[in-house]
C-alpha cells in the first residue's frame, strides 16, 4: 500500500511520518501530482495560516490535484480546515470540497484561544459506529491546537467542546478529517490512523 503525505507550505508534516513509521508504513513525501494521484492512501496534514497556504496550493496546482482525488484522503488540523469551503481566517476561500465553514473562536471571559491540550470528542449520532472511529471508546482524549474551528453540520461526524460545539472530525465521500492531532494523540490517536490506513 503506497501512502503519500502531500508535501505543501505547512508545518507539522515530518511528525505525521513518524507517527505512520511507528505504525509500520512507510510514507512518500511528496508534492508531485503523479505520485500523489496513484496513491492508495492521501494524507494532508498541516499546521500554518490559511491563506498563505492556499495561496500556496493555487500557485503550486496543489489545489486541483487535491480536489481530482477519488482514494481516501485524510486532512489533519489544517488540512481540515482547507477541505472546507471558507475559513474566516484572512477572509480565505478553500478548497470547497466539504461545504462547511471555517470560524474563529470568540472565547467567553474564562477561555483562551487558540485552543491548546487535550480534550474529548465523541460520534454525531448520525455517525456512530463509523469506520474511522472502530475501537475508539466515547470521550476518548485527543490533542488540539487550533483557534479556528468548522462549524457543526451535515459533515460533521464527531465533536468536541471548547467554548462551544465544533467538529472534531469530518467526511464527505472519500474526504476524511480531524480537527485534533492524531500524531500527537498516543494510543487514540495511532488507532485512527490504523483505522484510516485501513478503509
Same mark, same amino acid.
Given at each position: 500500500?503506497?501512502?503519500?503525505?502531500?508535501?505543501?507550505?505547512?508545518?507539522?508534516?515530518?511528525?505525521?511520518?513518524?507517527?505512520?513509521?511507528?505504525?509500520?508504513?512507510?510514507?512518500?513525501?511528496?508534492?508531485?501530482?503523479?505520485?500523489?494521484?496513484?496513491?492508495?492512501?492521501?494524507?494532508?496534514?498541516?499546521?500554518?495560516?490559511?491563506?498563505?497556504?492556499?495561496?500556496?496550493?493555487?500557485?503550486?496546482?496543489?489545489?486541483?490535484?487535491?480536489?481530482?482525488?477519488?482514494?481516501?484522503?485524510?486532512?489533519?488540523?489544517?488540512?481540515? &480546515?482547507?477541505?472546507?469551503?471558507?475559513?474566516?481566517?484572512?477572509?480565505?476561500?478553500?478548497? +470547497?470540497? !466539504?461545504?462547511?465553514?471555517? @470560524? #474563529?473562536?470568540?472565547?467567553?471571559?474564562?477561555?483562551?484561544?487558540?485552543?491548546?491540550?487535550?480534550?474529548?470528542?465523541?460520534?454525531?449520532?448520525?455517525?456512530?459506529?463509523?469506520?474511522?472511529?472502530?475501537?475508539?471508546?466515547?470521550?476518548?482524549?485527543?490533542?488540539?491546537?487550533?483557534?479556528?474551528?468548522?462549524?457543526?453540520?451535515?459533515?460533521?461526524?464527531?465533536?468536541?467542546?471548547?467554548?462551544?460545539?465544533?467538529?472534531?472530525?469530518? &467526511?464527505?465521500?472519500?474526504?476524511?478529517?480531524?480537527?485534533?492531532?492524531?500524531?500527537?494523540? +498516543?494510543? !487514540?490517536?495511532?488507532?485512527? @490512523? #490504523?483505522?484510516?490506513?485501513?478503509?
Amino acid at each position: 500500500m503506497r501512502t503519500v503525505i502531500i508535501d505543501y507550505n505547512a508545518g507539522n508534516i515530518r511528525s505525521v511520518c513518524f507517527a505512520l513509521e511507528r505504525l509500520g508504513v512507510n510514507p512518500i513525501l511528496s508534492n508531485d501530482p503523479e505520485q500523489i494521484q496513484a496513491a492508495d492512501k492521501v494524507i494532508f496534514p498541516g499546521v500554518g495560516e490559511a491563506g498563505s497556504t492556499m495561496r500556496y496550493l493555487r500557485q503550486s496546482g496543489l489545489d486541483i490535484v487535491i480536489k481530482s482525488l477519488k482514494q481516501p484522503v485524510l486532512g489533519i488540523c489544517l488540512g481540515m &480546515q482547507l477541505l472546507c469551503e471558507h475559513s474566516e481566517e484572512g477572509n480565505t476561500d478553500c478548497l +470547497g470540497i !466539504i461545504p462547511q465553514k471555517v @470560524l #474563529k473562536f470568540a472565547p467567553k471571559a474564562n477561555e483562551k484561544v487558540p485552543h491548546v491540550g487535550w480534550n474529548t470528542f465523541n460520534q454525531t449520532p448520525d455517525y456512530l459506529h463509523h469506520p474511522l472511529f472502530n475501537q475508539i471508546e466515547k470521550d476518548s482524549y485527543v490533542y488540539f491546537v487550533h483557534s479556528y474551528y468548522v462549524e457543526n453540520g451535515k459533515y460533521s461526524i464527531a465533536l468536541s467542546d471548547y467554548v462551544l460545539n465544533f467538529s472534531a472530525a469530518l &467526511q464527505k465521500d472519500n474526504f476524511y478529517a480531524a480537527q485534533f492531532h492524531p500524531e500527537k494523540s +498516543g494510543a !487514540i490517536g495511532e488507532q485512527l @490512523l #490504523k483505522n484510516f490506513l485501513g478503509l
